[in-house]
């Protein structure tokens, strides 16, 4: 799956792609969802790729594109060549319009919404707890937050990181 500006966010592997996306996009009910890992309001498309050989796929895929919501995932290249031309998908399925990508890329649409994703992810810690991928989740949605929250205020994140006391003063 990619996001918004076409950089990697997550990767995995499924017998049916049509059931795994409706999972995560309309019933929100995969645990990468539900946990607040993808927020699915970031993805514009997913690339797919057949293979027989899924569990090394996965990882050349995971190893070359390094999505950034797959840090607890094994990202070591697999042993040996994988039929996988990562270049060349099998397929792409956009998951929004050309002009939905442009709304919901605008720098102030996506603070709002990284933030309203964020309070989601704080009230689901304080209700069920978290785990460590959990409170790396939530680093990961700050930081795109911040890059969000400073390409609103056409402030370079980071100077905005290093002058943030002379701000607050």
């Not at 969802?33 to 050349?60: H, M, N, P």
């Not at 990562?86 to 720098?107: W, Y």
Request: hydrophobic share 35%.
């Amino acid at each position: 799956m990619f996001d918004l500006d076409g950089k990697p966010a997550y990767a995995g592997q499924t017998c049916n792609l049509r059931n795994r996306l409706r999972q995560h996009f309309i019933r929100q009910d995969s645990s990468v969802v539900s946990y607040g890992r993808l927020d699915i309001w970031d993805i514009a498309y997913v690339d797919w790729w057949e293979t027989t050989d899924t569990d090394r796929a996965e990882r050349k895929v995971l190893s070359t594109h390094t999505p950034y919501l797959n840090f607890d995932a094994e990202i070591a290249a697999p042993q040996g060549s994988v039929a996988l031309d990562l270049d060349r998908p099998d397929g792409t399925l956009e998951l929004v319009s050309d002009e939905e990508r442009a709304f919901r890329a605008d720098p102030y649409n996506r603070s709002k919404q990284k933030l309203e994703h964020l309070l989601r992810m704080v009230d689901t810690i304080k209700l069920a707890g978290h785990s460590e991928a959990t409170k790396k989740t939530l680093y990961v949605h700050q930081r795109i937050f911040h890059e969000n929250v400073s390409e609103f205020l056409e402030v370079d994140p980071e100077e905005a990181s290093s002058t943030l006391s002379d701000w607050t003063e």
